[in-house]
């Protein structure tokens, strides 16, 4: 959205972040209020501030007052609620009739709240009726059902992934593949003479991954990545999805000694720490991630980084920049490569190729789809 309201086409952009649960803010108040970017968050959303990111980039985070919003009547209530906030916010800032763009497939209650639009994109970027593990079978045949909903009723669908599009186009056929992109200029102005404090102590060569911690991970290659380079360190930045993963299982990496949980970090700092790593990897489950593009291996890229990933469907038109392994030992095999082996020329070779698949590109993807939309209308 940044990228796009730097568009000369583009008027005006108001982000509308994913809203906070006030109910959470009195549990939880240390880790609601732990990090930089949440602290800020919570300022807008309980002032009901628009604030000024960039020149045509603005953000209001909204507030959701009633809990349990998973519960989907409970969830349109609290969107009504904020809708009209909006709509005020969006008369403030000479906004008449916006282009809508989705990514949740619970906000299908807006496009019935919202009838004066240009028109609606919805961004299906996960399998959402597979993602809610802890629904029942029952809940997530109706998530399933808005995914379907919300695709039919959108002008125009972007998605992820080539099956995620097989898919999309049953329901509309004005739907199309958009991969990510990778924020070039955080990676540019990036100091790599300042190391964070937490990462400055440990071991090199770093082996990083930055991402959450769920069941999507293997968490036995990981173990086996800490045995077989005693030497290095494996550092992993993210939150843990306590919820998803089985309670022992940062205990168990820990005690290797060369093991690093580091948390979240604040998401313009992940360059500084991703600056020091040797490798970034990707250690998904393959049979876990048929239907989604994971989006770090640009980032990785991004830093000039070699990657090794496991064998990922939506990651194999990548493979003349990615290392890719099949088993676990060809994982090993490959990593010890990129340790020993990597050099200035196949790092060249990752920054250009990130050149041309920048956020601001695929801006220009979307401006394209959207600007014949309109015209066709």
Not at 53 to 64: A, E, H, N, T, W
Not at 149 to 157: A, E, F, L, P, Y
Not at 273 to 290: C, N, R
Request: glycine share 4%; net charge neutral; proline share 5%.
């Amino acid at each position: 959205m940044l990228a796009l309201s730097q568009k000369e086409d583009i008027g005006k952009v108001l982000y509308i972040e994913p809203s906070v649960n006030l109910v959470r803010l009195f549990l939880f108040p240390f880790s609601e209020l732990k990090m930089a970017e949440n602290r800020h968050r919570w300022w807008r959303a309980l002032t009901f501030k628009i604030e000024t990111i960039k020149d045509k980039f603005y953000v209001v985070s909204p507030l959701f007052l009633i809990p349990l919003w998973r519960f989907y009547p409970i969830y349109k209530i609290n969107r009504l609620f904020t809708l009209l906030i909006i709509r005020h916010q969006l008369k403030i800032l000479g906004i008449k009739k916006p282009v809508i763009w989705l990514c949740h497939p619970y906000d299908e209650c807006i496009l019935d709240y919202m009838n004066d639009r240009t028109a609606s994109c919805f961004d299906w970027a996960e399998l959402w009726s597979e993602w809610f593990i802890e629904f029942s079978s029952k809940r997530l045949h109706f998530v399933a059902e808005l995914e379907e909903r919300i695709i039919r009723k959108s002008d125009i669908s972007f998605v992820v992934s080539e099956e995620l599009l097989k898919r999309a186009r049953r329901y509309n056929s004005n739907s199309y593949f958009l991969g990510s992109g990778a924020p070039i200029e955080m990676f540019q102005n990036t100091d790599e003479n300042f190391i964070p404090s937490d990462i400055k102590e440990i071991r090199k060569p770093i082996i990083g991954y930055v991402g959450t911690i769920g069941e999507r991970i293997d968490v036995p290659l990981l173990l086996k990545i800490s045995d077989n380079f005693p030497d290095g360190s494996l550092v992993i930045i993210g939150k843990l999805l306590k919820d998803r993963i089985d309670a022992d299982i940062p205990d168990e990496l820990e005690k290797k000694g060369n093991v690093y949980f580091l948390g979240e970090k604040d998401y313009e700092l992940l360059p500084l720490y991703i600056s020091h790593f040797k490798v970034g990897i990707i250690p998904y489950i393959p049979e876990k991630m048929k239907l989604n593009e994971p989006t770090k291996h640009y980032d990785y890229l991004a830093a000039g980084k070699p990657v090794v990933s496991t064998a990922l469907v939506e990651l194999v038109r990548f493979k003349d920049l990615i290392l890719i392994a099949a088993t676990h030992d060809e994982f090993l095999k490959l990593l010890r490569e990129a340790i020993n082996k990597d050099d200035v020329d196949s790092s060249r070779k990752r920054l250009n190729f990130i050149e041309k698949n920048s956020w601001s590109a695929r801006a220009d993807e979307i401006l394209e789809r959207i600007n014949t939309l309109i015209e066709n209308k």
